[in-house]
């Protein structure tokens, strides 16, 4: 069964391996600005296995009343398929379903897509708005 915590007092021993396992490599090689990025979130949700091995994370940025941004969501290969990531995603709308917007960026494959879209989410073009990034010192 897996157990939901809400801001879990997660390290970066803790985090990383989920990271690897998705092969997100922009943190797996930066991980001294994952620990940060931790520090400063919003909300942080964990999805943890039986054996208490985080298996999926959802970390939110934002100021919680006019903007939430869903910055990180991932469960680890072995349990995804299995609505953790469905249930980190409801349990974190709920919390914040008073929210004026609450937005994410993703890539753009099909499998993502319909994921979100299942969840409610619909897709910034199809509202007539585009979307912009600046990345700054990389």
Not at 68 to 93: A, C, N, R, S, W
Not at 108 to 136: A, D, H, P, Q, W
Request: with cysteine; proline share 2%; aromatic share 10%.
């Amino acid at each position: 069964m897996i157990r939901y915590v809400e801001n879990a007092a997660l390290t970066l021993e803790d985090v990383l391996p989920l990271y690897e396992a998705v092969e997100w490599t922009n943190y797996t090689q930066n991980p001294s600005m994952l620990k940060e990025a931790y520090g400063n979130s919003l909300h942080i949700l964990a999805a943890f296995n039986e054996e208490g091995i985080l298996v999926g994370v959802l970390r939110a940025v934002g100021d919680g009343a006019s903007i939430l941004f869903i910055q990180d969501i991932l469960v680890t290969p072995e349990y995804q398929h299995q609505g953790i990531g469905t249930k980190l995603l409801q349990q974190t709308l709920e919390k914040f379903k008073n929210v004026y917007q609450i937005q994410l960026s993703t890539d753009n494959s099909m499998k993502t897509i319909s994921f979100y879209e299942s969840n409610g989410f619909t897709s910034l073009t199809s509202l007539n708005c585009v979307s912009f990034m600046y990345r700054g010192n990389q």
